[in-house]
């Protein structure tokens, strides 16, 4: 809409110049431990994010997020696997020649992981997008099972059940918020663009977007291939910040995870989705202290396996139940939110368009 | 292959696909009556399987009786959860579609909580794990008890919803649900008494099928759920036939993938989902053709 940057698209600038700074800074100087926690947080919210757009914003529902996500991890991981590293992971076969003595830097990888994602994001799209509701559900459900059963039966490039270890953690802060910042800006962008409109105008009802010319199908393809392409990089961050992949990771528990952050952050507000995603990361870590077995006051206390998934079941059962607008319904933050909020005024209303 | 071999297959596939066709029961009939995609139906299933090891490992409790115990249970659990998650979502698709996704994780996991995730082995009656010999061909007693109970209990379903009134209140309601409110039905005790039903046929499907593999863990409903659920797309979702023929196809196409492809034996999970979506694209309504209230506006 306007030609000339504003006061806060620089606010922008210079705010995301400060976080990567600060990444750039924690890489080194934070706890690893922390550093890992900060890792999932952004590779989350490009999740998250990837998520918002085809649900909050276009109004389809898909649960192939699990099996895209596995593509760009995997692509990812036999890129950068040292060839010497991957005779050590495969040690029933010989990995196919096409990736034996594949070593590439990371910034192609990613972006083949990426790439590809959004390819099979489309193969599956396609068809899939021509159907509503449940139909279109099951299907992308049935696709992301069916990369994962085909990563488990081609061992020649996957290494089979037994996944893939020791992937070089070439990556770090710097790149998994990178890439979760521009996953942020870029979905923001296409939002609030003409495409954007015509993704909400299809979210709301189909029939009517049809009549004023907005071509659904195209539409509906455009907002899940531009999804699955930050799903697929999100995956090869993981498979980074892992260092190692196998094909477990990717079962639908992941998809319902980011299913969960998402209505937690309030499904149709990327702000929402970046708190809820840094909320999960945390909350996961805090309970996954419960569930290791320790000694408390000499007392010898089992721990509770599966505590955390149990917990993070309640939550999305109570957030659909009771609080399905989440932590931010559909309100994102904005410059002009804050500078009302300093300038004491009367409170506008919250949230409008970032 | 020569006939003997084949005939084992054929009995295999016989008893798998009806074990299929009772869960995809569960599913077909609560879409048939409320257009709700039970995720939770293969966590019913695992619940009665559990809480019948549990009633005879912990308490010793008859398996004569610890088996319909559970299945109270889990028809009581399947009434709750229609109460309290299902009919308040009733109206919004995708949030009630949500709320079996999540109903289905907690499950799972408030079982792998409580009892760990490792397997435990399955009380069944000792005279289902003998063999009956025909010459060279062995018939397990299990398969034979398998298609009697389905027998048993398909009749019991089809007498049901023909001849009885909330059997006809539910064919009225999978047509049309407001017509069929302004008739006197009471929608939520025709869904509640679909779940019930739908209940009933998981149990009796998880004590057959985990009679056959006798063991449970927290995850055993997990993967006979899709595949009944496949089994009922396949047939028509929402048509009581549609889930009898399509399960039963189901379960006999996965033996007999595994008898004349044995190479691709360990691609039949593969095949089950592109048939799941072969048909969602090319013919939805399954090979009955069923149509679903939704299609009419």
């Known amino acids: ?354 | 292959m020569d006939l003997e071999l084949f005939l084992q297959f054929l009995i295999n596939g016989i008893a798998l696909g009806s074990l299929y066709a009772l869960i995809a029961i569960g599913y077909t009939i609560i879409y048939g009556v409320v257009q709700l995609i039970n995720f939770a139906h293969g966590e019913f299933f695992m619940v009665a399987a559990f809480m019948t090891m549990w009633g005879v490992s912990q308490y010793g409790i008859q398996l004569g009786l610890a088996f319909p115990l559970a299945t109270l249970l889990v028809v009581g659990l399947a009434l709750f959860v229609d109460r309290s998650v299902y009919r308040p979502l009733r109206e919004q698709k995708t949030s009630s579609f949500i709320g079996a996704i999540s109903v289905s994780f907690l499950l799972q996991n408030l079982f792998v909580v409580l009892f760990t995730s490792r397997a435990k082995p399955f009380p069944h009656p000792a005279i289902l794990d003998e063999v009956i010999n025909f010459g060279t061909i062995a018939l397990p007693v299990v398969n034979i008890f398998i298609v009697g109970v389905a027998i048993v209990m398909f009749t019991g379903l089809f007498l049901l919803v023909q001849y009885t009134d909330m059997g006809r209140a539910m064919r009225a309601i999978s047509k049309d649900m407001e017509v069929s409110q302004l008739m006197g039905i009471n929608p939520n005790r025709v869904i509640a008494f679909a779940f019930i039903i739908s209940a009933l046929f998981a149990a009796v499907g998880a004590f057959m099928y985990c009679s056959k593999f006798p063991y449970v863990d927290p995850f055993t409903g997990a993967i006979p759920g899709l595949k009944a659920f496949i089994g009922a797309v396949m047939g028509g979702i929402g048509s009581i036939p549609g889930a009898l023929v399509g399960g039963f196809l189901l379960g006999m196409g996965e033996i007999m993938i595994v008898a004349f492809f044995p190479d691709l034996t360990s691609f039949r999970d593969i095949i089950s989902y592109v048939i799941l979506i072969l048909f969602l694209l090319f013919r939805p309504g399954g090979i009955f053709n069923v149509r679903m209230r939704e299609e009419k506006v």
């Open chain 1, 1 to 354: 809409m306007k030609n000339l940057p504003s006061r806060n698209s620089y606010l922008t600038v210079v705010l995301g110049a400060i976080i990567l700074l600060v990444a750039y800074i924690a890489e080194s100087s934070f706890d690893p431990y922390i550093v890992r926690i900060l890792n999932m947080w952004a590779i989350y919210v490009t999740l998250v994010v990837s998520f918002v757009l085809v649900y909050g914003v276009t109004g389809q529902f898909t649960l192939a997020h699990a099996g895209l996500a596995a593509i760009g991890a995997y692509t990812v991981s036999l890129l950068t696997l040292p060839p010497d590293a991957k005779m050590v992971s495969f040690l029933l076969q010989t990995p196919h020649p096409l990736i034996a003595d594949a070593q590439w830097p990371l910034l192609p990888a990613l972006l083949l992981g990426g790439v590809l994602a959004a390819l099979v994001g489309f193969t599956i799209g396609a068809p899939a997008l021509r159907l509503h509701g449940d139909y279109l559900l099951i299907v992308t459900f049935g696709f992301s099972e069916i990369i994962r059963l085909v990563l488990i039966n081609l061992p020649s490039f996957t290494n089979g059940a037994m996944g893939l270890k020791g992937v070089p953690y070439l990556s770090g802060l710097v790149w998994t918020v990178g890439g979760a910042m521009l996953t942020v800006i870029l979905t923001n962008r296409l939002i609030n663009s003409s495409y954007g409109r015509a993704l909400k105008c299809v979210r709301e009802d189909e029939i009517a977007a049809e009549a004023v010319g907005v071509n659904l199908y195209r539409h509906k393809t455009l907002a899940f291939v531009f999804s699955s392409f930050f799903v697929g990089i999100a995956g090869g961050l993981y498979a980074q910040v892992l260092g190692t992949v196998d094909p477990n990771t990717f079962r639908p528990a992941l998809t319902y995870a980011v299913m969960t952050m998402a209505i937690l952050g309030g499904i149709r507000s990327l702000t929402g989705g970046v708190l809820a995603a840094g909320i999960y990361t945390m909350a996961s870590e805090l309970l996954r202290s419960v569930e290791e077995p320790r000694m408390i006051f000499g007392y010898d206390f089992p721990g509770l396996p599966g505590l955390r998934q149990l917990a993070f079941s309640v939550m999305l059962l109570l957030l659909i139940l009771f609080a399905q607008r989440g932590l931010m319904g559909g309100n994102e933050f904005s410059w002009d939110w804050l500078r009302s909020r300093f300038k004491r005024k009367a409170p506008k209303k919250e949230g409008g368009e970032a």
